[in-house]
């Protein structure tokens, strides 16, 4: 087992290898997931230096505090995610880069086509999903946080609840609230134009 080359361990296996001081397991850690920790970050601010700024704060966190990780309690997954999740959100209480919408108001207009519009999976197949990462950035941060999980990076609600650390139904309220709004800011107003593109795809796989 001790041989076992470390591409075949799993995240859970490596985190108490990288609480014991191994420097490979580190290494192996961070090749598989700085990717995912930046398309998340980026996902969620918008700007390539915050996203490499929470990379960089996420694995020195995981350094420091590998040997607080507790596998029957948590999976490496949602426990790194967890990290991520809120690394982005100090970086952007602290940045404030962009105005959140109204969530009284943007969507009022809209309700009642809202309700059978999905602006994730319609929109973004006849406009182009680049449209709806920009218009995700303007939504408040808690909304943002659950539709980019869940919806850009395709998380479940449960992985999604583990990772936010709140129970499913708050994320499925929160991601349908995030759809409302993202339906209202879309049909009814103009999205911000300079965001970087983003490659798509399923955030701690």
């Keep these: 087992m001790t041989d076992r080359p470390l591409t075949s361990v799993s995240d ?10 191994d420097r490979a397991a580190f290494a192996e850690l961070y090749r598989r997931r ?25 694995f020195v966190i995981v350094m420091r505090e590998a040997i607080r990780f507790r596998p029957g309690r948590s999976r490496a997954v949602a426990w790194l995610c967890r990290i991520a999740r809120n690394c982005a959100r100090q970086r952007l209480e602290r940045d404030r880069p962009f105005l959140a919408l109204d969530e009284n108001s943007q969507a009022s ?16 197949r006849a406009e182009g999903i680049e449209r709806v990462r920009k218009a995700v950035l303007t939504l408040p941060l808690h909304y943002r946080e659950a539709i980019v999980l869940c919806e850009l990076e395709e998380m479940s609600y449960a992985e999604a609840a583990e990772a ?13 609230r995030g759809r409302e709004l993202l339906a209202g800011k879309l049909i009814g107003g103009a999205v911000p134009t300079k965001t970087p593109k983003v490659a798509g795809g399923r955030c701690f796989a």
């Design 12 to 21: 859970n296996d490596l985190l108490p290898r990288i609480a014991a001081g």
């Design 34 to 58: 700085r990717l995912d920790v930046y398309r998340f970050a980026l996902h969620m601010s918008g700007a390539p230096a915050t996203a490499e700024d929470v990379v960089q704060d996420v």
């Design 109 to 124: 207009g809209n309700r009642g086509l809202v309700l059978d519009l999905d602006p994730v999976a319609d929109l973004a």
């Design 164 to 176: 936010i650390g709140c129970a499913i139904g708050t994320v499925r309220s929160r991601v349908h």
